[in-house]
């Protein structure tokens, strides 16, 4: 074979091999970026943080402080140059992202319109098959933050779920992944969500009905970091005392950490306890600044976090705090 034909081949080989080695590589990020004031977007990427052994960096969803930038320069000193955005552009804003590439970022974003998309876009992303996965609901804290921990420990991806019925992103993530096995986790999920699961075939465990030892084997830690990211999850995790039971109640804590209100409910609940921890719903308005359909908006979240609960007397409604909020 002559020297032409040699490096003929050798171009093909060349050009087909490093392809395939590009295909089989996992997704690479320095840095993950989550907007610090709302914490299920946090909780959802930590299973990939682990996975990858990098940092999470709570940010200002609307644009960065000094601080963080400074913050952020100095890992792009270090090499770190590859970032990746949780949430869509009304989760993060684009300036955000702007300011990440004048930084000398190379900003990829992963999210949807829900939460419950976005869980399911960033199991996709790094997973491409997965035999189990954890299912929690997208709007109990206590539940996702232990489905992640879950997710931590055996390296398998988290998906989000309505607590009545199965979301469609979630459905649609179970496909994709080829799922086998689906570990539900808190008492607070529907059972015709198990039920739906088994119909489609799915094998499920319900940890929340059960507490028993999960039938899944862990991987041995590939670094002494992922047993620092375990340990910290450990940690937060059993600082929510978890109930157990039948029914449709989330697992709840009595103190609940501030992280959990975005600014406007935040707000709206320091004029509750500023007012004794119980006031006329008609009375925030005026305290808070914000409209009366808005304030309607916002009271309604906080009953869904089960923060609040509302009485109607007479004709207007009287708001009571019923957990405690670490502000």
């Known amino acids: 074979m002559d020297k032409r034909m040699l490096f003929v081949l050798g171009m093909l080989i060349a050009s087909i091999f490093p392809l395939s080695l590009v295909s089989a590589q996992e997704p690479h990020y ?46 792009v000193q270090i090499g770190w140059k590859e970032a990746l955005i949780v949430g869509n552009a009304q989760a993060i804003s684009p300036e955000v992202e702007n300011e990440l590439m004048i930084l000398g970022f190379n900003p990829k974003r992963i999210g949807g319109d829900y939460r419950t998309e976005t869980a399911e876009k960033l199991a996709t992303h790094f997973y491409d098959h997965a035999d189990t996965v954890f299912l929690a609901s997208a709007l109990d804290y206590g539940s996702a933050l232990a489905a992640a921990k879950f997710a931590m420990e055996y390296n398998y991806p988290i998906l989000l779920t309505l607590e009545n ?16 096995q689906v570990i539900m986790v808190g008492a607070g999920l529907s059972p015709t969500i198990k039920e739906k699961l088994e119909s489609e075939g799915y094998t499920v465990y319900w940890y929340g009905k059960n507490v028993e030892p999960l039938p899944l ?73 914000y409209s009366r359909p808005t304030i309607s908006r916002i009271i309604q979240e906080l009953e869904k976090k089960q923060l609040i609960t509302r009485e109607k007397i007479g004709k207007t409604f009287v708001v009571k705090m019923i957990k405690e909020i670490r502000l």
């Open 30 to 75: 320095d840095i993950i970026i989550v907007r610090n004031d709302n914490l299920i977007d946090y909780i959802i990427a930590l299973p990939y943080a682990a996975k990858l052994e990098v940092p999470i960096l709570p940010v200002n969803p609307t644009q960065l402080d000094e601080q963080t930038k400074a913050q952020l320069y100095s890992y």
């Open 165 to 180: 019925d199965l979301s469609e992103p979630a459905e649609l993530g179970l496909k994709k992944l080829e799922v086998k």
């Open 217 to 289: 084997h862990k991987e041995e830690p590939k670094s002494p970091y992922t047993y620092t990211l375990i340990g910290a999850l450990i940690a937060l995790a059993v600082s929510i005392p978890i109930v157990v039971y039948y029914g449709k109640k989330r697992w709840s804590a009595n103190v609940v950490p501030v992280e959990v209100l975005t600014e406007k409910e935040r707000i709206v609940v320091e004029a509750i306890l500023k007012a004794g921890g119980t006031v006329k719903q008609e009375d925030l308005p005026e305290a808070t600044g």
